[in-house]
């Protein structure tokens, strides 16, 4: 199956924790994204990467830092989680990071700050 | 300031009415506009998109109106089923923004049958 996986479905955690979460898409694309989804369901691209390469860095907190092992692989990593954390985190991939590339969406992990 | 407005925040239509959600940017130099589907608990899939050198695209029972003098937008579901029944979200990506997809807040869209 081609597809955007990502783990885990569902995370909740105290705040001052770290949390990871993966993405792994099998579509053979260039370029993955992360978006977070806040709880009015408005999304906010966080980071993008082609080819490993970092080339979309918009503004989050410095606690929040991506990391691709291939072009397949995104993962995202929280150091120290704050209450506004909370959110559902949504992986995407494209196939060239074009302005007009469909993006294709992970189910989204969903974080739970206490 | 928000580049691309949604309205209504949520419709609801009887099973076999035009659904019409609409869509407004800010940024003239925008040049794709996709719409995007997302139902509860999964991810948002790509519905239809337009360029900014059309005016109409049509797929199924789904067809975007685009005004660029206006930059307006609109999607149009016609003979709306149950299974409509979601949140779709407008963006717009291009020009200035190059690739970063630019989102809407949503319509919540609910057909009642």
């Known amino acids: 199956e081609t597809a955007v996986f990502q783990t885990p479905n569902y995370h909740v955690t105290q705040v001052g924790n770290e949390v990871s979460f993966n993405c792994k898409q099998t579509?053979?694309?260039?370029?993955m994204y992360w978006y977070k989804q806040d709880s009015k369901k408005l999304l906010k691209i966080m980071f993008s990467y082609n080819n490993k390469q970092l080339i979309v860095n918009e503004t989050v907190p410095r606690r929040f830092s991506p990391q691709s092992s291939d072009k397949a692989h995104l993962n995202l990593r929280i150091k120290s989680v704050e209450p506004e954390d909370s959110a559902v985190y949504l992986c995407a991939s494209s196939p060239w990071g074009g302005d007009q590339d469909t993006q294709y969406f992970g189910p989204g992990t969903r974080l739970l700050v206490l | 300031q928000q580049q691309v407005r949604q309205s209504p925040q949520s419709l609801t239509v009887w099973e076999g009415e035009t659904a019409i959600l609409n869509c407004s940017y800010e940024?003239?130099?925008?040049?794709?506009f996709p719409w995007y589907q997302q139902f509860p608990g999964e991810g948002p899939a790509l519905l239809i998109s337009i360029r900014s050198v059309s005016d109409k695209k049509e797929d199924g029972r789904f067809t975007i109106f685009f005004n660029k003098r206006e930059k307006k937008l609109s999607l149009h579901i016609t003979d709306s089923q149950p299974g409509d029944s979601a949140t779709y979200f407008c963006a717009a990506s291009g020009g200035s923004s190059g690739n970063k997809l630019i989102f809407g807040i949503g319509t919540l869209l609910s057909v009642k049958p």
């Open positions: 940024d003239s130099t925008f040049n794709y």
């Open positions: 579509l053979g694309h260039d370029t």
